[in-house]
T-cell receptor, first 109, second 116 residues
Framework: QKEVEQNSGPLSVPEGAIASLNCTYS??????FFWYRQYSGKSPELIMF????GDKEDGRFTAQLNKASQYVSLLIRDSQPSDSATYLC?????????FGDGTTLTVKP | EAQVTQNPRYLITVTGKKLTVTCSQN?????MSWYRQDPGLGLRQIYY???????DKGDVPEGYKVSRKEKRNFPLILESPSPNQTSLYFC???????????????FGPGTRLLVL
């Protein structure tokens, strides 16, 4: 079983809708949780970092962490075509990072 | 401008010919890391460094070496490259703010390596 699992894509939503991306992890010792956006042919870009249970909001993005269920999600409200990208979930324990395979999101105008 | 630079951006080489990919950051970040990205395998960590002279293995360190002699630089060395090291390589640096526990992170533009 892979250590970090993301919901298989691709995911397609209409413009203005909420996109929901999910991630589960197996290591209960994981301390930090990240969401990255990666456009095709570009490097990953950190969009959300969360370390405590609950929600963290930044603009149209909300990350939700539930350590008991070993689950972290990313919600994108009012999705825009420019949000079309691959979203990577990662967990970090001290310095070691493990990434999920990514979920490709397409936002249709 | 905050940035992580990698050189070269593209490299074609032959099996066994030693090469170095440089990584440099201008943000005084303590933490730096190398990743490789392969289709179907995602992003995998090769090595990381928590600070100068401190390095540790990630998930796929075999065939790679690193050094961290100064804070800004973290070169990746392939002593004897093989075709299975053909990949897209990313360097990243990050800073964790101890008071707020927030973390900022930047990736370099990537180095596309082809080993024949």
């Amino acid at each position: 079983q892979k250590e970090v699992e993301q919901n298989s894509g691709p995911l397609s939503v209409p413009e203005g809708a909420i996109a929901s991306l999910n991630c589960t992890y197996s290591d209960r010792g994981s301390q930090s949780f990240f969401w990255y956006r990666q456009y095709s042919g570009k490097s990953p870009e950190l969009i959300m970092f969360i370390y405590s249970n609950g929600d963290k909001e930044d603009g149209r993005f909300t990350a939700q962490l539930n350590k008991a269920s070993q689950y972290v999600s990313l919600l994108i409200r009012d999705s825009q075509p420019s949000d079309s990208a691959t979203y990577l979930c990662a967990v970090k324990d001290a310095g070691k990072s493990t990434f999920g395979d990514g979920t490709t999101l397409t936002v249709k105008p | 401008e905050a940035q992580v630079t990698q050189n070269p951006r593209y490299l074609i080489t032959v099996t066994g010919k030693k090469l170095t990919v440089t990584c440099s950051q201008n943000m005084n970040h303590e933490y730096m890391s190398w990743y490789r990205q392969d289709p179907g395998l995602g992003l995998r960590q090769i090595y990381y460094s928590m600070n100068v002279e401190v390095t540790d293995k990630g998930d796929v360190p075999e065939g790679y070496k690193v050094s961290r002699k100064e804070k800004r630089n973290f070169p990746l060395i392939l002593e004897s490259p093989s075709p299975n090291q053909t990949s897209l390589y990313f360097c990243a640096s990050s800073l964790k703010l101890r008071q707020t526990r927030q973390e900022t992170q930047y990736f370099g533009p990537g180095t596309r390596l082809l080993v024949l």
